[in-house]
């Protein structure tokens, strides 16, 4: 039975066209990610979530940035205690709504801006097998060390291969970069799950639920679905 309901799900698929949900999740001090992410929602369709710490009034840029050097240095001593972690608001997403996040993080001393490490510390789990982004804004420092504090945080994510670094100095210019960071990284191919076609057999697909919700990553085996109706977006797969 499970064969022939799946089968069915890809004779739905062909005339059902879905757009992946993508989730936008931020941090921004001095408002230059504030920026990013608005040329970003130009370009695509996303819902924004912005991370705010629960301590009122810091003055992060107070003697060189003190208070977010303390804060990174607690993580990096102890980066799976919770309680390295800086406190922030709550934030109501559910994030199994969504197939692709993109995080747009500051950096702090070669690290990502520790109240966006709170949130991946408390979330990063729910992320397993989405499409994840990384936009990263810096004065001058590389960004290896974000990319690796996001990867820690969300071990099981699909990463895009490339992550876009605005640097300070090319915010202005941010709308061009994320539309050839989006064209890169074929954010397109994620966003518009298409149809199904129908003229080859091959194991590459994705499986949503009807509803839209990913349930199986490129690669994954029909074999391993409960029974039910899905979305196909691939080409045709052979049911043996």
Not at 60 to 69: K, P, T, V
Not at 107 to 113: E, V
Request: glycine share 6%; net charge negative.
């Amino acid at each position: 039975m499970r064969r022939i309901i799946t089968a069915l799900a890809v004779i739905l698929a062909s005339a059902i066209a879905l757009q992946a949900k993508t989730l936008v999740v931020y941090y921004s001090y001095t408002n230059n990610v504030q920026s990013i992410v608005e040329a970003l929602t130009q370009q695509i369709n996303a819902d924004v979530v912005r991370i705010e710490p629960a301590e009122k009034g810091l003055d992060y840029a107070a003697n060189n940035y003190a208070i977010g050097s303390a804060q990174i240095a607690a993580i990096r001593n102890n980066p799976t205690d919770a309680a390295s972690y800086p406190a922030i608001d709550a934030v109501n997403v559910n994030l199994a709504e969504y197939d692709c996040i993109i995080i747009g993080a500051p950096l702090w001393w070669s690290q990502m801006a520790a109240p966006l490490q709170t949130y991946l510390f408390e979330n990063g789990a729910a992320m397993a097998g989405k499409h994840i982004g990384l936009i990263v804004s810096s004065a001058s420092s590389g960004i290896s060390g974000v990319e690796e504090d996001a990867k820690r945080l969300i071990p099981d994510g699909d990463f895009f291969t490339t992550s876009l670094w605005v640097r300070s100095a090319q915010v202005s210019s941010a709308p061009s970069l994320i539309e050839q960071w989006l064209t890169d990284i074929d954010y397109k191919a994620v966003a518009d799950l298409g149809t199904v076609a129908n003229d080859q057999d091959t194991d590459h697909y994705t499986v949503y639920s009807i509803s839209g919700n990913l349930v199986g990553s490129r690669m994954a085996s029909l074999e391993n679905l409960a029974t039910g109706l899905y979305i196909i977006n691939g080409r045709k797969v052979r049911m043996n």
